[in-house]
């Protein structure tokens, strides 16, 4: 439960200070307002599409809380046989840091309004991250062929269900990137294509936080780092 817990603390951490730091936490019926100063419609889809954007975190956040407390309880059994942690997984996870840094140029290169390195921090976040799947897909193939097979231990199976899990919402993010750099090389609206980029890298940022929870979890740090605590605690 300490690993949930801290698990749930760092996600809600994450999600206020991004809240703050977009302005919805504000309470507009303490603020004056002008009459006839009606907001444009983009100004209202910034902060509803954030606003899903967050909603959507929260419920993917406690996914993961639920695999993470599932992964945590299931380990104390005596038929628990941890698995050896490939190589692979740390080369993927670079690659997936390097998607978040190159998405976060590239918002970094929309609000000033530079389109051509919008494309190539879109272009290099989108390479990073298939680098990442892939490397998923062949740390699989490098398992099965030591004898990791899905079903032959719990350890087995939880870890091909959260890498799973994970990569889906890789993929799904993949999808929602690839509209993204399609507008960037349509050249669609400046405001739109801005938020676009915003929302994507908020995305991706989320996925390397819960990778590096989970990739804690899988190699047995945060098992060390709940025992430092209770010890703390006693």
Not at 148 to 171: C, E
Request: hydrophobic share 55%; with cysteine.
């Amino acid at each position: 439960m300490v690993i949930v817990t801290l698990f749930m603390l760092v996600v809600g951490g994450f999600a206020l200070l991004w809240l703050a730091r977009q302005g919805l936490m504000t309470k507009p019926w303490l603020e004056e307002s002008t009459v006839g100063n009606v907001p444009a419609s983009g100004a209202s889809l910034r902060p509803t599409a954030l606003i899903g954007l967050g909603v959507f975190l929260v419920v993917a956040g406690a996914l993961f809380a639920l695999l993470v407390s599932a992964y945590s309880m299931r380990m104390e059994m005596p038929d628990w046989r941890a698995l050896p942690v490939p190589l692979l997984l740390w080369i993927n996870t670079a690659a997936l840091a390097a998607a978040s840094v190159g998405l976060q140029c590239a918002h970094g290169a929309a609000r000033r309004g530079d389109l051509a390195d919008t494309r190539t921090g879109l272009l290099a976040g989108g390479a990073a991250s298939l680098v990442f799947v892939v490397g998923q897909l062949l740390a699989w193939q490098q398992l099965h062929m030591l004898g990791y097979f899905l079903a032959s231990n719990p350890a087995n199976s939880f870890f091909y269900l959260v890498t799973a899990v994970h990569g889906v919402h890789v993929l799904g993010g993949l999808v929602a990137l690839g509209r993204t750099g399609a507008r960037a090389w349509r050249g669609a609206d400046p405001d739109k294509l801005r938020l676009s980029v915003q929302l994507c890298t908020l995305y991706w940022h989320f996925l390397l936080l819960v990778w590096l929870i989970l990739l804690a979890l899988l190699t047995g740090w945060a098992d060390r780092f709940a025992e430092i605590c209770r010890q703390l605690l006693t």
